[in-house]
């Protein structure tokens, strides 16, 4: 059975292209905890808390619950759930999951084979992350979900094999890069170390891992820490180009306000005049899936005032 294509093909639920990693996410969890412990099990009501963590930080914007995947997730074969009856799940309900003991653990053909194949979880590792997740959460979500990443990949040697998905175009960072000017489109950071660009990233602003495509009308060029905020969907994009903060933001400090919040209702910078603007089906993409609304109105304006 090749395990590796299983993932990466794992049933989601779909609804006008809705993100919903559920059970990718679920599934990360599962084998961050197979790598500490091959032998143990997962309550539902212990894990309930840390998954609607999870859920709340990588998933959709709206408010959903981890029953779902805990569920749905022994469809694809991946995963077995149990209760104190006996085998089989209770179904997708959160009193019914709590109620019946629900443990749940990666299915008997998956634990079998990740301990015949040490290289094994790493691959499926990166497959996960590869399909649902942008680069520049990949480290975090690992350590959300207690998978020691580096550990793992060590032991892999082949890369994904069958698994493998579409190839991104090497030329993107360039080309971002050169139309932005390499400066960050949010608050103009220009960081070189001698004729190297530090700390400047090219970003899809819809993810590579749904579809986004690898051309100038789906990219920023921005800063590590904006980047980062932008996956997060702390910052996101206006009609006008202008840049939106998330009301859902805090931060209390100087810098946060400096590089954060004083950002909301700026224009975007760049890019050059002969390079297209973000497209207007991939910013409304990342403000459907991603960013965290409402926006934050912006200071001095007249709504602010009131």
Not at 69 to 97: A, K, M, N, Y
Not at 165 to 191: K, S, V
Not at 272 to 277: E, G, I, L, V, W
Request: overall charge neutral; hydrophobic content about 35%.
């Amino acid at each position: 059975m090749d395990w590796l294509d299983r993932v990466a093909k794992l049933r989601r639920w779909t609804n006008n292209g809705v993100r919903a990693p559920h059970k990718p996410l679920l599934l990360l969890y599962a084998l961050g905890s197979y790598q500490r412990d091959a032998c143990g099990e997962l309550r539902y009501s212990a894990v309930e808390d840390e998954l609607k963590r999870l859920l709340t930080e990588y998933g959709p914007t709206h408010p959903t619950t981890p029953a779902y995947p805990f569920h749905h997730l022994v469809s694809d074969g991946v995963w077995e759930v149990r209760t104190d009856q006996g085998p089989g799940s209770p179904g997708s309900g959160v009193g019914l999951l709590r109620s019946s003991g629900a443990t749940g653990r990666l299915a008997p053909g998956l634990r079998a084979a990740l301990a015949k194949e040490s290289s094994l979880l790493g691959r499926l590792t990166r497959v996960l992350l590869d399909t649902h997740f942008p680069p520049s959460l990949h480290m975090d979500l690992c350590e959300a979900v207690g998978l020691d990443l580096e550990l793992a990949e060590s032991e892999s040697v082949h890369g994904a094999g069958a698994a493998a998905r579409r190839q991104r175009d090497r030329r993107m960072r360039e080309l971002i890069l050169t139309a932005y000017e390499f400066q960050c489109a949010f608050c103009g950071y220009d960081g070189a170390l001698g004729a190297s660009t530090v700390g400047l990233e090219a970003a899809h602003v819809r993810w590579w891992s749904h579809d986004g495509p690898d051309e100038v009308d789906n990219g920023l060029c921005l800063c590590s820490l904006h980047h980062k905020l932008f996956d997060k969907g702390v910052l996101g994009l206006g009609e006008n180009h202008r840049i939106l903060v998330s009301q859902r933001f805090v931060g209390r400090s100087e810098a946060s306000r400096q590089h954060v919040l004083a950002l909301a209702g700026r224009p975007v910078i760049g890019p050059q005049p002969d390079a297209p603007k973000i497209a207007t089906p991939h910013r409304e993409w990342h403000d459907r899936q991603v960013f965290h609304g409402p926006a934050r109105t912006p200071v001095g304006s007249p709504a602010h005032a009131t």
